[in-house]
């Protein structure tokens, strides 16, 4: 890892993209493919391919704890180390002593990868950080910087995975097919072809989920063997914020609208009876919808869908609508849904792509023609799933009300005997073709738009019918319109210092809202102000401390912050008992005293019209 941790430094010591690119591809190019397959993989901040589930499970405090041990420092020397170099990894580097036993370069990134298996595989706090403090007492410290970097996520070096599928294309740029023509692209002066394939490239990737196999296809040539593959998620395809219904259709004329749903993005993919769900960090999500596999079971060919898991109503004035997030919330982070949660909070998947089916890749093919191989596919008959199954089902039922027999062998599976069962205790779940309506008009979206909200909805999708699905891009070809955000006063009550460049000063807030007398905390934000007033507002947080407890301070109440957020949750994480949903700092509210902030009756107020 000595070459690893040496090319990091020069990447982070420039801030050119196209030096970084050209230092990252040198080195990948002087490696081994499989070597440089780890290594292109801990660029890009893992330590395994992002498709892989397997997590180390080591997380900051075990590294933390191990590095002050090794360095022989105090929690306190690593927390003023910390707030100077503003990460775990680059402390290591600068506490940790010169190491005799280090084999420097001793272990390559295949081997480190292999260490970080063990690690993962370990069970147990303790017998990970055995694990860990081996190999961290194996590594010169510059290497040790590197593998905590790797380990926490980020070497925060200036390189996103973008760069390094760059870096790629341009190490292995004019391999034509079979890797005989000029490699690396070096041919006049490396101008002719480099970076000739950085499509192919990120198309690889973006299939694989895997920047290391990416490399190992661009060494040999092999780029368009890449394929789609089942159970492994691509990226999502995402939204632009639009203005306006004026804005939105200045993009493009005929739109394709739909409701925007609050709930949790989902791709699912689909074999004869297997179905998994995958979230938007692409980590599997089927444990807490045990309900909704069953209703994708049984299609008559393999495919992937889009679209969004939502509580539904299951009263039934309210039938056909999604129920607010924090309905939803409840069934989250579980790793048991009990059969009364799921009845108390019935889930649905609002299906509006597919991605692939029946053997073919339908990305490139427009959301017209999408639209309508959804439909067949929805439409269609499914094959039961099971010879058990088939007598229960009632033949020919639509796709999108098959709520009962299925279900029963999930509740079987939760300990619901469904003979004891009465009607109204039935797990309903369902797949449902996430409606679609057609506008060319502002007064047409604008109608639309208030429809959506009274359905509860947070606003509108609205979406170019020609174009394709770009996995992990923010386009212009899908648009969001959503209500006017809320906003609350709120009181800085503790102010922590920040990562990377904010290291130094206060820049992450936790507020609160008034309650009588009481100030309780509702919510904590980075600091969207500007640098000025971030430094400005340190200098007065520094000699307004309550009380210093590090890394953070406990402040004297008197900082207003007008804050908007995307909803109200309830949480104990907060004194309060609610939080809020992605807050976001708008501006400092000099001109308002702390008396006249928001009241925890007005969050009540707004947590309970959300449902409305
Ligand atoms: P935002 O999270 O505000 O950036 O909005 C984009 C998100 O809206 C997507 O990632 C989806 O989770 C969600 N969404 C809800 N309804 C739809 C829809 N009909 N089409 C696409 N995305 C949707």
Same mark, same amino acid.
């Given at each position: 890892?000595?070459?690893?941790?040496?090319?990091?430094?020069?990447?982070?010591?420039?801030?050119?993209?196209?030096?970084?690119?050209?230092?990252?591809?040198?080195? %990948?190019?002087?490696?081994?493919? *499989?070597?440089?397959?780890?290594?292109?993989?801990?660029?890009?901040?893992?330590?395994?391919?992002?498709?892989?589930?397997?997590?180390?499970?080591?997380?900051?405090? %075990?590294?933390?704890?191990?590095?002050?041990?090794?360095?022989?420092?105090?929690?306190?020397?690593?927390?003023?180390?910390?707030?100077?170099?503003? #990460?775990?990894?680059?402390?290591?580097?600068?506490?940790?002593?010169?190491?005799?036993?280090?084999?420097?370069?001793?272990?390559?990134?295949?081997?480190?990868?292999?260490?970080?298996?063990?690690?993962?595989?370990?069970?147990?706090?303790?017998?990970?950080?055995?694990?860990?403090?081996?190999?961290?007492?194996?590594?010169?410290?510059?290497?040790?910087?590197?593998?905590?970097?790797?380990?926490?996520?980020?070497?925060?070096?200036?390189?996103?995975?973008?760069?390094?599928?760059?870096?790629?294309?341009?190490?292995?740029?004019?391999?034509?097919?079979?890797?005989?023509?000029?490699?690396?692209?070096?041919?006049?002066?490396?101008?002719?072809?480099?970076?000739?394939?950085?499509?192919?490239?990120?198309?690889?990737?973006?299939?694989?989920? *895997?920047?290391?196999?990416?490399?190992?296809?661009?060494? #040999?040539?092999?780029?368009?063997?890449?394929?789609?593959?089942?159970?492994?998620?691509?990226?999502?395809?995402?939204?632009?914020?639009?203005?306006?219904?004026?804005?939105? %259709?200045?993009?493009?004329?005929?739109?394709?609208?739909?409701?925007?749903?609050?709930?949790?993005?989902?791709?699912?993919?689909?074999?004869?009876?297997?179905?998994?769900?995958?979230?938007?960090?692409?980590?599997?999500?089927?444990?807490?919808?045990?309900?909704?596999?069953?209703?994708?079971?049984?299609?008559?060919?393999?495919?992937?869908?889009?679209? !969004?898991?939502?509580?539904?109503?299951?009263?039934?004035?309210?039938?056909?609508?999604?129920?607010?997030?924090? @309905?939803?919330?409840?069934?989250?982070?579980?790793?048991?849904?009990?059969?009364?949660?799921?009845?108390?909070?019935?889930?649905?998947?609002?299906?509006?792509?597919?991605?692939?089916?029946?053997? !073919?890749?339908?990305?490139?093919?427009?959301?017209?023609?999408?639209?309508?191989?959804?439909?067949?596919?929805?439409?269609?008959?499914?094959?039961?799933?099971?010879?058990?199954?088939?007598?229960?089902?009632?033949?020919?039922?639509?796709? @999108?009300?098959?709520?009962?027999?299925?279900?029963?062998?999930?509740?079987?599976?939760?300990?619901?005997?469904?003979?004891? $069962?009465?009607?109204?205790?039935?797990?309903?779940?369902?797949? /449902?073709?996430?409606?679609? $309506?057609?506008? $060319?008009?502002?007064?047409?979206?604008?109608?639309?738009?208030?429809? @959506?909200?009274?359905?509860?909805?947070?606003?509108?999708?609205?979406?170019?019918?020609?174009?394709?699905?770009?996995?992990?891009?923010?386009?212009?070809?899908?648009?969001?319109?959503?209500?006017?955000?809320?906003?609350?006063?709120?009181?800085?009550?503790?102010?922590?210092?920040?990562?990377?460049?904010?290291?130094?000063?206060?820049?992450?807030?936790?507020?609160?809202?008034?309650?009588?007398?009481?100030?309780?905390?509702?919510?904590?934000?980075?600091?969207?102000?500007?640098?000025?007033?971030?430094?400005?507002?340190?200098?007065?947080?520094?000699?307004?401390?309550?009380?210093?407890?590090?890394?953070?301070?406990?402040?004297?109440?008197? /900082?207003?912050? !007008?804050?908007?957020?995307?909803?109200?949750?309830?949480?104990?994480?907060?004194?309060?008992?609610?939080?809020?949903?992605?807050?976001?700092?708008?501006?400092?509210?000099? *001109?308002?005293?702390?008396?006249?902030?928001?009241? %925890?009756?007005?969050?009540?107020?707004?947590?309970?019209?959300?449902?409305?």
């Amino acid at each position: 890892m000595r070459r690893f941790a040496e090319t990091s430094e020069r990447i982070a010591a420039t801030t050119k993209k196209l030096e970084k690119t050209a230092l990252l591809a040198e080195y %990948l190019k002087s490696l081994p493919p *499989d070597e440089g397959a780890s290594a292109a993989v801990f660029f890009s901040g893992r330590p395994f391919p992002m498709w892989e589930e397997t997590t180390l499970q080591a997380g900051g405090t %075990l590294l933390w704890r191990i590095v002050a041990e090794l360095a022989g420092r105090s929690d306190e020397e690593l927390t003023a180390a910390y707030r100077k170099y503003g #990460d775990l990894g680059a402390v290591a580097g600068a506490v940790l002593p010169q190491n005799n036993d280090a084999q420097e370069g001793r272990h390559s990134p295949s081997e480190l990868q292999r260490r970080f298996r063990e690690i993962a595989a370990a069970r147990g706090p303790a017998a990970k950080g055995a694990l860990v403090r081996r190999l961290l007492g194996e590594v010169t410290p510059l290497e040790a910087k590197y593998i905590v970097k790797i380990m926490t996520g980020d070497l925060r070096i200036g390189l996103k995975e973008s760069l390094v599928e760059e870096a790629i294309a341009k190490a292995y740029g004019a391999t034509l097919a079979g890797g005989k023509l000029v490699a690396g692209g070096t041919l006049a002066g490396g101008t002719l072809a480099a970076g000739g394939n950085l499509k192919d490239v990120q198309r690889a990737n973006m299939l694989l989920g *895997d920047i290391g196999e990416t490399l190992r296809l661009a060494a #040999d040539g092999r780029l368009s063997d890449a394929t789609m593959r089942l159970f492994h998620p691509i990226g999502f395809m995402l939204a632009s914020p639009a203005e306006s219904a004026e804005d939105a %259709l200045s993009y493009f004329q005929n739109a394709l609208v739909e409701d925007k749903y609050d709930g949790i993005r989902a791709q699912a993919h689909c074999s004869g009876d297997t179905v998994r769900f995958f979230s938007r960090t692409r980590d599997e999500i089927t444990e807490s919808f045990p309900e909704l596999p069953q209703t994708l079971a049984g299609l008559p060919q393999d495919a992937i869908f889009d679209g !969004e898991i939502v509580a539904w109503s299951s009263l039934a004035d309210e039938a056909g609508r999604a129920l607010p997030f924090s @309905a939803l919330q409840q069934r989250l982070g579980r790793k048991k849904v009990s059969a009364n949660l799921m009845r108390r909070v019935p889930a649905a998947y609002l299906v509006f792509d597919v991605l692939y089916a029946g053997g !073919e890749l339908l990305i490139d093919r427009t959301l017209r023609e999408r639209g309508r191989i959804l439909d067949e596919l929805l439409a269609g008959e499914r094959k039961p799933f099971d010879d058990a199954a088939v007598s229960r089902l009632r033949s020919g039922e639509a796709l @999108a009300r098959r709520n009962s027999a299925l279900f029963q062998e999930v509740q079987k599976g939760f300990g619901f005997h469904p003979e004891q $069962s009465s009607a109204n205790q039935e797990i309903s779940s369902q797949v /449902i073709r996430a409606p679609i $309506s057609r506008a $060319s008009t502002a007064e047409e979206l604008d109608q639309l738009f208030d429809a @959506a909200q009274a359905r509860g909805n947070e606003g509108l999708m609205i979406k170019d019918p020609e174009s394709s699905y770009t996995p992990g891009r923010r386009g212009k070809s899908w648009l969001k319109l959503k209500r006017e955000l809320a906003t609350l006063d709120v009181v800085v009550t503790a102010v922590e210092y920040g990562h990377g460049k904010r290291i130094g000063v206060l820049s992450d807030y936790t507020f609160a809202v008034r309650d009588g007398e009481r100030l309780l905390n509702i919510g904590k934000a980075y600091s969207g102000l500007t640098d000025a007033e971030i430094a400005e507002m340190t200098q007065w947080f520094l000699e307004h401390t309550v009380e210093d407890q590090g890394l953070r301070r406990v402040v004297e109440p008197k /900082i207003v912050l !007008e804050v908007a957020f995307n909803n109200v949750m309830k949480s104990d994480r907060h004194n309060s008992g609610y939080a809020l949903r992605f807050p976001r700092i708008m501006r400092l509210r000099p *001109d308002k005293l702390p008396e006249e902030t928001d009241t %925890l009756e007005r969050v009540t107020e707004i947590y309970e019209g959300q449902g409305k």
